[in-house]
Structures are given as structure tokens and as C-alpha cells.
């Protein structure tokens, strides 16, 4: 999906952690929608947080509309000129490139304390 991500102009998504991280690595702006049963809404709380930096737009599936996710779609897509662009950088930082030396850490003062 990751290759995918990186041609898109815009994603339209679930916001399950497996999903943000590729669409963080591969800088993609998104629109985001939070599986309504996921376990203690963890979800949205993955979205709040793409929302929040500006790297996407959530949007509740119970609350959505018809119009209210075209009106999503096309506020991002033919809006301010920019913002694809800016959702796109703030996406990207928002990735962890060394998440891996970072869980060795942890573990190593864990098994050393």
C-alpha cells in the first residue's frame, strides 16, 4: 500500500496504526475515517492526532454525509492551492524513522533495570 500512498494526491482511509504509519512515511495528505467499532475507538484517537498536525481531515462515519465528505474531498483537493502540499510535509513529520532503535532502547533498559 505504501508505493500506493506515495502516488496518491490524496487518501481516503481508516485510521488503524499499520495505515497512519505508511501514510506518515510516505508523506501523504489523507482524509481520515475512524472505524466506528474498533476497540475503545482507538482510531479516532490515531486520527485526532493526523487532524491535529495538519497532515489529514477526520471525518466520523455516523456524522458524515453525502455532502459533507464531497465537500471534504473538494475543500482539500481544489482549495487553497497549498494545502496538499502542507498536509503532505505535516504527514511526513509525523513519522518515526528509527522506531526501531528506539523499542531496542527500551528494551535494553528494561532488561538492564
Not at 466506528?36 to 471525518?59: C, R, T
Not at 502540499?85 to 533498559?109: P, W
Amino acid at each position: 500500500m505504501a508505493g500506493l500512498f506515495k502516488r496518491a494526491d490524496l487518501v481516503i482511509s481508516r485510521s488503524g496504526a499499520g495505515t497512519l504509519t505508511e501514510l506518515a512515511m510516505m508523506h501523504s495528505p489523507s482524509i481520515l475515517i475512524p472505524y466506528p467499532f474498533a476497540a475503545e475507538d482507538h482510531q479516532a484517537f490515531n486520527a485526532k492526532v493526523f487532524a491535529a498536525a495538519e497532515a489529514a481531515i477526520m471525518l466520523r462515519q455516523n456524522e458524515m454525509t453525502e455532502e459533507s465528505f464531497g465537500e471534504a474531498v473538494l475543500g482539500v483537493v481544489w482549495g487553497d492551492g497549498d494545502r496538499l502540499k502542507r498536509m503532505a510535509d505535516n504527514a511526513g513529520k509525523l513519522a518515526v524513522l528509527d522506531s526501531a532503535e528506539q523499542l531496542t532502547a527500551i528494551v535494553r533498559r528494561c532488561l538492564e533495570g
